[in-house]
């Protein structure tokens, strides 16, 4: 069997954010963000062990090679997720899902990016890294602006594509919460590569929790949520996380975590919604906002120019 994808009848100006977007998802193949590979460095410079002080060598000489040799720095270029905050206004609204299925085509071909689309129960892969509902678009309309602010994430099959969610009865309280998540980092926490970002969300369902765990992952490593009891179990999440000691890949430390980032919304009385998703120390996301006529800001990669 095989995927049929044929290229959509774009407009001129489609086609010019089509293409910075193809530059872009290569930038965000081989670079860190900014706020990612100061974690890093801030993290190495904390362990002593000959061990640890390895590994975070050898994951600063692979950035630098994959920079240098501009090719992406894990061999899981995972499955292209896109999280959008898009005016109605935007000009480029109506041609907006074709253009991000050819972006992640063309990037697939020109990076190049492995072919990690698979056709479930077909059990074929597409070859294209497109296929049913793939790359993942996240839309949120915000009323009568005319820009977009767009992040480009890679989701791996060890980091946030293996999450948990769960919908806890209200009894079991914020105590609960807490459980959940340390019993999720002791048991599958090493399935992505540490240090780990930690993305929770809390919310009304399973749906919901988990679409909040996967936006706070957006969010800058040294963030801190704006809800002063949220932040207050962000401190205590990773303090706990951290003394669990899987330290970096796992090879035990004093640091396990970049931070942990909650993003919680509003929820029924009855039902408490958590889930958990982990970024490894190669969280591969970036973030690029359009103006109207397609000038563009890149906050999470200074001095990179497309």
């Known amino acids: 069997m095989t995927y049929t994808y044929e290229a959509a009848s774009l407009s001129v100006k489609a086609k010019k954010m089509r293409d910075t977007l193809v530059d872009y998802i290569g930038i965000v193949s081989h670079r860190l963000p900014d706020d990612v590979a100061a ?4 993290l190495g410079e904390v362990e002593v062990d000959p061990l640890q002080q390895l590994v975070y060598e ?5 950035q630098l090679l994959a920079e240098n040799l501009n090719r992406p720095s894990c061999q899981d270029t995972g499955a292209l997720q896109f999280f959008i905050k898009v005016g ?11 253009i991000l299925k050819e972006a992640s085509y063309l990037a697939t071909k020109n990076i190049p990016l492995r072919h990690n689309a698979v056709e479930t129960f077909d059990e074929y892969n597409t070859g294209l890294n497109i296929g049913t509902g793939l790359p993942t678009i996240y839309t949120e309309l915000e009323e009568g602006t005319d820009t977009i602010e767009l992040y480009v994430y890679m989701a791996g099959g060890g980091c946030t594509l293996p999450g948990a969610a769960k919908v806890l009865m209200p009894g079991e309280g914020y105590e609960g919460v807490v459980r959940f998540v340390m019993d999720q980092m002791t048991s599958y926490g090493i399935n992505a590569c540490p240090p780990l970002l930690v993305g929770i969300g809390v919310a009304t369902s399973v749906e919901t929790a988990a679409m909040n765990s996967k936006l706070a992952l957006m969010r800058r490593a040294e963030s801190i949520s704006p809800n002063e009891n949220a932040a207050k179990m962000e401190n205590l999440l990773e303090e706990g996380i951290n003394n669990i000691g899987l330290g970096p890949q796992g090879f035990g430390g004093k640091k396990s975590v970049m931070g942990v980032n909650i993003i919680n919304t509003a929820r029924h009385p009855s039902t408490i919604g958590i889930a958990l998703n982990t970024g490894c120390w190669s969280h591969r996301r970036g973030q690029i906002i359009f103006d109207n006529q397609l000038n563009y800001k890149l906050p999470l990669n200074e001095g990179v120019s497309l």
């Open 39 to 42: 974690k890093i460095k801030e």
């Open 88 to 98: 109605t206004n935007f000009p480029l609204i109506n041609e907006l899902n074709e």
């Open 58 to 62: 050898t994951m600063r000489e692979n």
